[in-house]
């Protein structure tokens, strides 16, 4: 079945730490995103990817980074630097040129302990 | 800058009422509008979408109206049920642009019986 999964679903992170969540897609789509979700906050973009090997910051990128090197997969990491990194996180992907429907995976929910 | 405005934040409907969910957006330039809807600890999956072309889609019990004049839209659950208990956001983009979608902070949805 095609689709996006995320990996974890749960992950827990000691502060301080670096943690990477993973991203996979096999719908052939050329374009992924991550998102945060916080309660009452809705889904605010973090950074996105519309080919491989190149990426722009999205509205919260800071203490976040990401790599595109298949077209495939996408990992986030949430860097130490990231001051409140309890959420949330979607990763979803469509295709670039004339995109409409975004396709999201299952999430992953991260805590900070 | 939030360029998509949701409301209300959370909405109470009797089994087999209407649920009516608002939007605004500031950009003229988006050309795409969709509905997402999310059930706990799931990701968000397409519902309906409407481009600005048409004043109103209909899928089921779901209705997206456009206004464009007034950089509104709204979504219409007829006959609600408790399965419809949900979050939902809209979104929009600008299809031409390639731009990532931009959501709404949501509407969590409870129908009772």
């Known amino acids: 079945d095609g689709g996006i999964t995320q990996s974890p679903k749960y992950l827990f992170r000691k502060e301080g730490q670096n943690v990477t969540l993973s991203c996979e897609q096999n719908?052939?789509?050329?374009?992924m995103y991550w998102y945060r979700q916080d309660p009452g906050q809705g889904l605010r973009l973090i950074y996105y990817?519309?080919?491989?090997?190149?990426?722009q910051k999205g509205d919260i990128a800071e203490g976040y980074s990401v790599s595109r090197e298949k077209k495939e997969s996408f990992p986030l990491t949430v860097t130490s630097a990231q001051k409140n990194p309890t959420a949330f996180y979607l990763c979803?992907?469509?295709?670039?040129?004339?995109?409409?429907?975004?396709?999201f995976g299952q999430g992953t929910r991260l805590t900070v302990v | 800058q939030q360029q998509v405005k949701q409301s209300p934040q959370s909405l109470i409907v009797q089994k087999g009422g209407i649920s009516i969910i608002n939007c605004a957006y500031e950009n003229t330039a988006f050309d795409y509008f969709p509905w997402y809807q999310q059930f706990p600890g799931k990701g968000p999956a397409l519902l309906i979408a409407i481009r600005p072309d048409v004043s109103e889609k209909k899928e089921g019990r779901f209705t997206i109206s456009f206004n464009k004049s007034a950089k509104q839209f709204s979504l219409h659950i007829m006959d609600s049920q408790p399965g419809d208990s949900a979050t939902y956001f809209c979104?929009?983009?600008?299809?031409?642009?390639?731009?990532?979608?931009?959501f709404g902070k949501g509407t969590r949805l409870s129908v009772i019986a």
């Open positions: 719908l052939n789509h050329d374009a």
């Open positions: 979104a929009a983009s600008m299809r031409s642009g390639n731009t990532p979608l931009v």
């Open positions: 990817s519309q080919i491989v090997n190149d990426f």
């Open positions: 979803a992907s469509t295709f670039a040129r004339g995109s409409t429907e975004a396709f």
